[in-house]
Each structure stands twice: as C-alpha cells, then as structure tokens.
C-alpha cells in the first residue's frame, strides 16, 4: 500500500514541447483543509529525494504543524512516484523521458491545489534545496496566491558555478559503460557510487569535514561516510530518474517562461509574498552570494544566512537539530506575520 | 630532443617500502648557479603538469629572474617525466607502480640539489598547489637550508574535505571500464573527460562563473570551456600518472616521516624558514582557513591571501596576471629581506 496519493494530470503539454501522456502528480497530505480553504503549506521535494525525507520536519510541535496547517508535500517530476523515466511507460521511458521544468512542475503542483483541494491562497510556500528553487517558482509564477515564501538552500535560477558543478556530477555517473546511454537494464552501479563520491565534496562544507563532523554522526570512518552515506544514497535511485531531475535543476529558472520571458529582475520583483531566503552559510553550490543578489531585487524579502558548517544540508530534513530549529524559528516568525 | 636533464637516483627505497629501480628525476634549470652556490631558487611542479607550464612564472624582470637566479624546477614522480606509471619499466609499470609521498620527492629533490650541484642553502623554495605542499615539506625537511618559503595554494598537509575533493576526481575517472584497474592499452578518455568536468567546478570559484571570466579569455561558451580547458587538460595526461599523483597529493603530510611522526604542529613549529603563505581567498580544496591554522604554528610566517575570484587556479602559472603580478611582489619583498 502507497502511503501517498496520486493527482492524475492527463496528458500535459511540456514546456520543452513533449507531451507526458497521462501524466501523474504523488503527494502526501498532512493535517485537515481548513473550511475556509486557508491554511495550506506547499513543502516541494529536493533533489533525488520522495515526500518521506520531508517528513522528518514536520509533525505536531514543529514549525510545519499539521494540527495548524494543511502541508502539501508534492513529489517532484522524475523522483520515482511522480512520472518518471522509471515508472512512464514507453515509449516515453528510460532515457527517452522528455525534459521537465521547475515551471512545468510547479504548473501542476498547483492544478492539484486548486483543482483538487480548491485552494485560493496559500499562506506559505516552503522547501529545500530544490524545493527551495521550486519555492521561489510559486512566489513569481502565482504572487497573488502566495502569501509568504522560505526558500532554503535554494535560487531563483540555477547559477553558472552550480550548473558546473553539476556537470561533474553527470559525468561521473554516465562515465559508466553500464550506464548505456540510459538503456541499463541492470542499474550502472559504479557510476552511481562515482555520483555519490563527488557529491560528497560538495554537498557540506571544508569545516564539516576539518572538524570531522562525520564521525560525530554515526560512521567509523570517513571511508565509512562516503560508503554508508553518499554511495548508498545515490545507489537507492534509479540513475535515469537521477539525470532526468539533473536536468531540472540545471535548467531551474523562475523566468524562463512565457510570463517573464527571461527577464529575471522582472521575476523577482514580481514576488509579492513576504519572504526569508535561508541560505547555508557554507553551501558550496547555493551560495549566499547568489540568494543576496536575488534578495536586492524582491520587494519584500530578508536574506537571513543559516550560520552553519553543515554547507548545503543545512537547513535541510536529517541535518543537524540547531540549524533546523533555526529554520523552524524563522518559519515561525514569518507564519505569525 | 628533451628540454630538460635527467638526474639518476639509483634505486630509491620509498617511505611505503617499495624500491623504485633506476629512479629519474627530470629537472630544468634557469640562469646561473652563483660561484658561492647561494642563488639557488627551489620551484616544483604542480598537480599534472611539468616543468613547462611553471615557465610561465620565469623570465627576466619578473620575480624568478634568471639573470639573478638559479631557479630548478624538479618535475614531480608520476607526472610523465620523471619516474611514472606511463615511463617505468615492467614490473612496476602502469597500476603497479609504487605510492610516492611528497617526502619521498623532496628527500630526492635534496639529493639533486646536493650531489648534483653542491647546493648548501636555498634563498627560497616557492610554488603553486602541489608545488606548494612540496614547499612546505622542504621547510620542515630541511630547515637549516631553506631561509625561505612562499607557499601558493597549498598546504602542509592535505586537509579531509581535500581528500574527499580528489575521491570525486578519482571516482569520476575510474568509472570509466576502459581504465580497466589501469591496464589499459588505450587511454580511458571517458574518465578522462569525466574527471576534467568534475574539476571544473572546483578549481575556480563560484563568483568566476557568476562574473563569466570564462568568457572574457578565450571561450565562446560555458561548453567550450568545459571541454576546451578541462577535458583537454586531463586528455594530454595518462590516467595512470594522474592517479600516482593523486594519491601523492591525498596523503600529503610534513610530518608523516621519522623526523616528526605525524606531529603536525612539531613539523609546523621547526620551519625556520620567513615565510609568506599565499592561499586564494576563495580557492574551495585549499581555503585560506586551513592555512591560517598552520600559520599560528609557524614561527616566522604570515598569512597573505590572494584576493581573487580565480579560486584555485589565483596566483598558479597561467591564471590572470594581477594575481601573479601580487604574488610576484610578495616573492620580491621576502627575497629582499
């Protein structure tokens, strides 16, 4: 038994001009619509990732208490429940998945809000990560809807370095003959583990490993680390649901689409809700430098740093209990408001 | 014909009990060696590289003059002219060939100074990355010699987010089924490649892609970078020497010998050397955070960043010239003193 549901979408026109025929939107629920339809969070998925991390951050007590709101954690487009090149059928599957944007999920996201749940207004957006991107999506896509936003971790448009960066990763993974171009009928492990490996420089930060935070977390060693942690995480995906959400990412862009027409300042200064942007302060490919800039162009937004070794996890679900209760403050503060 | 000598070491007991038959280290020299043989300036290689590309940083009216000094660039073992996988004969050859510290480098690097040229003090020993970690090691190896040391983004020991930085590298290459465990007969140029991309990220910041410097020196696009600049790079290489000297830099240590037994802070301490430790502001495998921690341990060193957006690659032969041209004046200011 799924312990989520399914939003069935039809057949959706992409922005890159596939169609994804009968296409499907997982989500999960926590909490009761209020009668006036008023209380719901929107908790996007990061990278690689199902509604189940999320999890981890909400509960009774929490800043995303679901005896107050009604969180709606949607599934991201190639994350294994939603569609994906793992579970589309053909002849749309496996390496022949059709490029989805951030724009193309955060449309559909909102199909199952107002279609489904009839929801008007959404008194906060939030997410990690990728979330946070898709966050930042919903605040220029829908500024009449969205109230507030706190994108952690995340950017408005997916920057030249972070583009890079992920390059690396992509090629480590396909450098895999087992790979096959993503016809692999068995899973290319060896590039699975090479993501992970290089995944494991980027995703905390120089301090977290100087002051071998890695052994204070449950691994023997540092090889124990990038074994249990970033090998094993990358090897419970599916390689081209992996790629297809790569592609997402680097191609992230609130204003790359019909409305904004590549203008991004017009994007951000289109964001009405009021918002905290939380970024790491030691994230090595979400920079608080990228959010800053993007800050100085919304109408009403605080930059607000996580203060933090944790480099990109933090802030986010299963980092460390201070930064997440940082978030949760600011959360909080910003609900109240 | 080479344009360099060749000085043979025999055979050469390594620090990790293999013995390298027949040893070479290949060597050029610049300018006059003084009839006192007091001018002697020590200038190793480099991550990949050889003599040629240190070239860039040598020449009359620059700070390593030639007309004043006798400046000896000793290529590293593993990289393709000195003892390597890719040079040494059966049965130490390709994935057999031997792990080689930086220790072992340098205590043969002394030796051609010594016997090959009657060398008994050195004004200054520089260099940039590994040249820089090689830096180190002659300070703590033989502080009576060396009066002086202007490490370039390097470090005296290779910190943990740098090991996990170059497992990333490492992964990525040796994904590739071509390399087969380095018996290849042809170059594995998928890891090759691969690996050039994952270091694409690292090597120059965030703020380099933000500013698109990439564009400003000879790119036409991110793309062409990528492949131009850091495929190529790694094509011209073979994987096996690659791996030798990753592996050098990955256990780099001044003090991993008998004379400190991996006391970091002792081998720090009995640099006698007047130092100047140059770190790239925002270099991400060797930040300026782990050079200040070495600094408080160094009797007669200072700290100096290179303030520059070019990460790692500020201040190296062949990077933009206000950061050599900084750097370059600190060589001058420590020579006159």
Known sequence: MPDYDVFDLGDVVLQHGATLRDAKLAYKTYGELSPKRDNAIVYPTSYGSQHTLNEGKIGVGKALDPSKYFIIVPNKF?????SSPSNTPSPYDKARFPAV?????VMCQHRLLTEKFGIETIPLVTGWSMGGQQTYHWGALFPEMVQRILPICGSAKTSVHNFVFLEGVKAALTADDAWANGWYEKPPTKGLRAMGRVYAGWAVSQAFYREQVHLKIGYSSLEDYLISFWEGRRLTADANDLLAMLWSWQNADISANPIYDGDLNKALGAIKAKAIVMPGRTDLY???????IEVSQMPNAELRPIESIWGHLAGGPGSNEDDINFVDDAIRELLSS
Chains 1, 2 share one sequence.
């Not at 944007?101 to 999920?105: E, G, K, Q, S, W």
């Open 101 to 105: 944007t951030l724009y193309d999920n």
């Open 78 to 82: 190639g994350n294994g429940l939603s």
């Open 286 to 292: 979400f920079p608080p430098e990228d959010n800053e």
